[in-house]
């Protein structure tokens, strides 16, 4: 049995959410509970809340990311379990035959970096990513993988692809 293994940056997608939610917090209070002298300016009130929409944004876009993408996967014999949430989310449970098989794309990051992304296909649906970039043993979680699924083929990264996942 082969079970997926997190990177230490794993741990940056929780722990900036934590932070957003403390500074959501704390700039949620100052605009809606601090008492008002008249100092408070309605352009203030509108950065503020500019400021806590975009923090909204960005704690969405980190729960998306830990939900989809820091996931424990369990390869054994035929059977592939995948929990959601570094693991603490309900299990699925998928033989191996009844998937499709399985795609790759290659992820450009800063300076020329690229992290490769599986992804496991069941009716012709994504059902959970792998990532070099989370996954410490990712290229044995791979060759794994490869053994029991069919390759589809590799798909080129595509932004607007993975905004739309995103909401997914």
Known sequence: MIKSKFQYRAA????????????FSVLGYL????????????GIYAAVTFVLLFFLL??????????????VVRVDSNLISISSFYGLGP?????????DGYTTTLLPVMYGTTYEYLYIIKDGKQVCA??????????????????????????????AKEIKDTFR
């Open 12 to 23: 940056l997608p929780l722990l900036l959410l934590v932070i957003l939610i403390a500074a």
């Open 31 to 42: 605009l809606f509970f601090m008492p008002n002298d008249g100092t408070i300016t309605t």
């Open 58 to 71: 960005v704690a969405f876009w980190l729960t998306v990311e830990i939900r989809k993408k820091l996931i």
């Open 91 to 99: 299990e699925q449970k998928f033989d191996s035959r009844q998937l």
């Open 130 to 159: 792998l990532s070099a970039f989370y996954h410490h043993n990712y290229a044995e979680l791979k060759q794994a993988l490869s053994g029991r699924l069919k390759f589809i083929g590799e798909n080129t990264f595509e932004m």
